[in-house]
């Protein structure tokens, strides 16, 4: 018995085989105009009366064409894709950060591709770079909290837009931050102005540059007050690291007042406080920095340094696109304002 097989149908692609799609020319043989001006609406140019654009694009949705980017982005050299290095995808700021980043590169027509730094060291952070330039980047956006940038040897891709935030002194690259010495002299003059004689911090990592701008304000807050400057407590930014310097603040009855370095540590502390009986603010008053979305239902609500992640996402967006597309605006640093939001974790120290 002999298996008969079916032709296909004219004008269809045999079984198993791709059907190729429909090319610039199907395009420009439905729409009744030149390859060429397929190519000027397809490439976004506006050198094309409306009419013509309006029919082109319906024979482009018509026939289910879709324009070659790559090889647009291989002509012009432009890739509309912007690279992020950032050190640690969990912390509260750098998630606000990326978002921002994300969505005011999509507003602007560009895509983004993110490396995540497991260590903050040069070898981790070139390596970084590396595998940006292979996924074809037209810039980078470096957010590493941590003063390994600001290093000599710390090679940044030569030739490519780079925006920096977060992370560096250095003047050769734009700069985009909050205010953390704003912030942190906010949260203690706040405190000290509730009658304490002094306050208690517990700092960020000892690498982390926002940390040591905090800690540093803090100090010379104090100082200029002529209040004691206590020794500092060192945390890793987690609700843990708070607990634990919580507990000991509870043992310690001269302690009426603490700036934590962010918020997720000052919601460890408010829970070692009440655990030990110590009242939040009869007893002891906590700041914390960042303003969390979750901060005013901490209990008490907490009082703490607002920042400003979606400007500073915009603002780095924005810096970097105008360089790439050969608008650049002077090398300097943006420092984004900060401010305090007071709620029920501060009230005036104990009698």
Not at 224 to 243: M, Q
Not at 291 to 318: C, K, N, Y
Request: charged share 20%.
């Amino acid at each position: 018995m002999t298996e008969s097989i079916a032709e296909p149908a004219p004008g269809t692609a045999p079984r198993g085989r791709r059907k190729r799609g429909p090319s610039l020319g199907d395009v420009a043989a439905h729409a009744g105009v030149s390859t060429q001006t397929v190519s000027r609406v397809a490439n976004g140019l506006t050198n094309v009366e409306a009419a013509t654009r309006e029919r082109v694009l319906a024979s482009m949705h018509a026939l289910g064409y879709r324009p070659n980017h790559a090889a647009r982005a291989l002509r012009s050299g432009r890739f509309r894709n912007l690279g992020v290095v950032m050190f640690t995808l969990s912390s509260y700021g750098n998630m606000r950060t990326l978002d921002a980043i994300a969505v005011n590169a999509a507003t602007a027509g560009y895509s983004i591709t993110v490396v995540p730094v497991e260590r903050p060291t040069q070898k981790d952070v070139s390596i970084a770079f590396s595998r940006l330039l292979e996924q074809a980047v037209d810039g980078i956006i470096i957010v590493i909290e941590a003063h390994i940038v600001d290093g000599a040897d710390v090679e940044l891709p030569e030739g490519l837009s780079v925006v920096v935030i977060d992370s560096t002194q250095r003047p050769d690259y734009p700069q985009v931050d909050n205010d953390q010495a704003l912030g942190a002299r906010l949260a203690t003059e706040h405190l000290l102005s509730l009658g304490h004689e002094t306050v208690w911090h517990i700092s960020g990592p000892t690498e982390s540059y926002s940390a040591g701008r905090r800690e540093e304000a803090w100090r010379e807050t104090l100082e200029a007050a002529g209040a004691p400057v206590p020794e500092v407590l060192h945390g890793d930014w987690s609700t843990a690291a708070g607990y634990e310097h919580g507990l000991a603040i509870a043992e310690r009855p001269e302690v009426t007042a603490v700036f934590a370095a962010n918020d997720r540590m000052a919601l460890g502390v408010l829970r070692a406080l009440h655990e030990a009986g110590r009242r939040v603010p009869a007893d002891v008053s906590v700041v914390g920095f960042d303003d969390m979305a979750e901060s005013d239902s901490f209990w008490p609500p907490l009082t703490t340094i607002h920042q400003e992640f979606e400007a500073t996402g915009r603002r780095a967006v924005e810096l970097l696109i105008a360089e790439i597309e050969g608008r650049p605006e002077p090398v300097t640093s943006t420092v984004v304002p900060t401010r305090l939001v007071v709620r029920a974790s501060t009230g005036p120290a104990p009698h």
